[in-house]
């Protein structure tokens, strides 16, 4: 990872000048001293992508505070400006920023740590809680001057904080006490193996980042082009949006942000007159004023059938078995009986009730006298069979319906006239 | 009649004809309404059966894949049990719904829709949206068979 190799560098200057230097040249950045001075090279390029303001306010903070003390510092500010015009460079870090967001799905325990804390790392960058930041400054027993500076850069963080601080924190904390650790004993040995033009470095801080989630081997400069190999097959899903976009929150709630818009899709073609709103509040009202239509008008038309009820108990029973002889015929299979009888009997009579029961008795006289007990056998919330039962009774209704409302649900309740049917009685 | 030979490909009753089905159950309802009926019932009494009838029939026939047809027939059979029980100890039990974490884009109106759906209150705004769909469509045809019926016996 990047932070190895600038720790490295970071370590070896320490040596030379002050121990005191690495946490406070870590303390500002990213407050562990792998992250700090790791995160420039590693977000610089895959940063503009982001469009985040903490990015204006990243530099300055890394520039003063290196300028001021740190001599190694003088190494950097000029090279920042030249990681963008490296396309190769841009290329792998966006890869491996997006595989870090995929890291937690692989099994190897190495890797899973280390790109959790590249993930931390980003997060941190775009987020920078204030508390857990003074928790690793104790962590480390660094807690002195660069305080002030770290919450003014916090502060300056905080302003592009998005969404996902919450959920990301905790992550960031535990990934940097990891990365702590890991990094400082790559980060000895690859302290001694290059100092070289600022290119060079950047093109090492992400072959570096590899090397460490290969296996944390010491030549840096051969694994590169194998390591940009593996993390190619898993980056893939989540290259669509980099940055914030890609964890997994960001990604369940697009899909769910899908999921309603495709369901409020099919309500609007469910709902009539709903079509040619647009907007969700204006379609949820259509869609709520039709259900309550349709409940008031079940309401209404229960106190009709019970109006009319009355006078028809023997018409329902007579429906029924009706029905179930019609039902029992089509799943009998007599051929030649249910359906051409039935249709015969439909055309011949479009008020299809009161002459339609006389005309039923005829086909179904023998049944009646097969089955003669329908309506108790026939419970159809204890019948294993009752799903082939209505073959034709389907026919007589959707006949019914078309014929008297089907393509408009709107009901015509005034031409329903009140007086009950004389021709029912069988 | 070999109904026993007879084999549904699929026993799920809402295989092909939901609508027959539904119908189906609805006038089975409306039978055993009247044949219970026997004793005269007033007007209002009827009516609310029938609702009762109505808005069962719709959830059996919808089984129970949907939680509005669940929440609708335990509503259905609490009533009842509720009545049942009233005559010995009028005595309730408080039902616990947690009510779904309203999330801040949701717009205001849900809140009514899930007024409307029965079992809504505790679902989350993507699955009430499905499950108004689907109600909506029983619905319908609950009470395009309503009005058929209406229509059939009153002319």
Excluded at chain 1, 145 to 164: L, M
Excluded at chain 1, 242 to 257: D, I, P, Y
Excluded at chain 1, 341 to 367: D, I
Excluded at chain 2, 121 to 139: G, H, I, P, T
Aim: net charge positive; proline share 7%; hydrophobic share 30%.
């Amino acid at each position: 990872m990047d932070l190895s190799e600038s720790n490295g560098l970071e370590k070896r200057n320490g040596d030379q000048l002050d121990p005191q230097l690495i946490p406070q040249f870590g303390g500002p950045i990213g407050m562990v001293p792998g992250t700090g001075t790791g995160s420039p090279f590693a977000l610089w390029p895959g940063m503009p992508n982001l469009s985040n303001p903490m990015v204006e306010s990243f530099n300055p903070s890394i520039l003063n505070q290196s300028s001021n003390k740190f001599p190694f510092s003088g190494v950097i500010p000029p090279g920042l400006p030249n990681f963008p015009s490296e396309p190769g460079f841009i290329e792998r870090a966006a890869r491996l920023s997006c595989f870090s967001a995929n890291g937690a799905f692989n099994g190897v325990m190495s890797n899973s740590v280390l790109n959790q804390t590249q993930k931390g790392e980003l997060n941190s960058m775009s987020i920078g809680s204030g508390s857990s930041h003074g928790n690793q400054l104790k962590n480390q027993g660094t807690i002195e001057k660069n305080t002030e500076s770290n919450e003014g850069a916090d502060d300056r963080i905080s302003d592009g904080d998005n969404a996902n601080a919450n959920a990301d924190s905790s992550q960031n904390d535990s990934g940097a006490k990891k990365r702590k650790r890991t990094n400082q004993d790559v980060a000895i040995e690859q302290g001694q193996a290059s100092m070289k033009s600022q290119e060079e470095t950047g093109k090492q801080t992400s072959e570096s980042k590899k090397e460490v989630e290969n296996s944390g081997s010491k030549n840096a400069g051969k694994n590169g082009k194998d390591a940009a190999d593996a993390p190619k097959g898993d980056y893939i899903h989540v290259r669509a949006r980099r940055g914030q976009a890609t964890n997994s929150h960001s990604l369940a709630e697009r899909v769910r942000r899908e999921k309603i818009s495709e369901r409020m899709k099919y309500l609007q073609e469910l709902v009539p007159g709903c079509s040619k709103v647009t907007g969700k509040a204006v379609m949820l009202d259509e869609i709520i004023n039709y259900v309550q239509s349709l409940q008031r008008q079940v309401e209404f038309l229960s106190m009709k059938l019970a109006a009319v009820n009355p006078r028809l108990d023997l018409n329902i029973e007579a429906l029924l078995s009706k029905d179930i002889l019609q039902g029992r015929g089509g799943c009998s299979s007599t051929v030649g009986f249910t359906h051409e009888m039935f249709h015969s009997q439909l055309q011949s009579q479009p008020g299809l009730l009161p002459p339609g029961l006389p005309g039923m008795l005829n086909p179904s006289e023998p049944f009646r006298r097969a089955i003669n007990n329908p309506l108790s056998a026939m419970n159809p919330f204890k019948d294993p069979n009752h799903p082939q039962m209505p073959t034709s009774w389907q026919d007589e209704l959707h006949n019914v319906m078309s014929m008297n409302f089907a393509p408009n649900p709107q009901l015509s309740n005034q031409e329903v006239a009140t007086k009950p049917g004389e021709g029912f009685q069988l | 009649m070999n109904r026993k030979n007879y084999t549904h490909p699929n026993p799920n009753p809402n295989y092909t004809s939901n609508n027959s089905m539904q119908s189906l159950h609805f006038i089975q309802a409306l039978a055993r309404i009247n044949r219970a009926a026997s004793k005269p019932t007033t007007p209002s009494c009827r009516t609310k059966q029938i609702r009762h009838a109505a808005y069962s029939s719709m959830a059996y026939t919808s089984g129970s894949r949907r939680k509005w047809s669940r929440a609708l027939l335990i509503r259905l059979r609490q009533r009842q049990r509720l009545r049942a029980r009233r005559l010995l100890t009028v005595r309730r039990r408080v039902r616990i719904v947690t009510p779904a974490m309203s999330l801040p884009e949701e717009p205001a109106r849900a809140e009514t829709l899930r007024r409307l759906v029965p079992g809504g209150r505790s679902m989350e705004y993507c699955n009430l949206l499905e499950e108004a769909a689907d109600y909506v469509q029983c619905l319908r045809t609950q009470v395009q068979l309503m009005q058929s019926l209406v229509d059939a016996f009153s002319s």
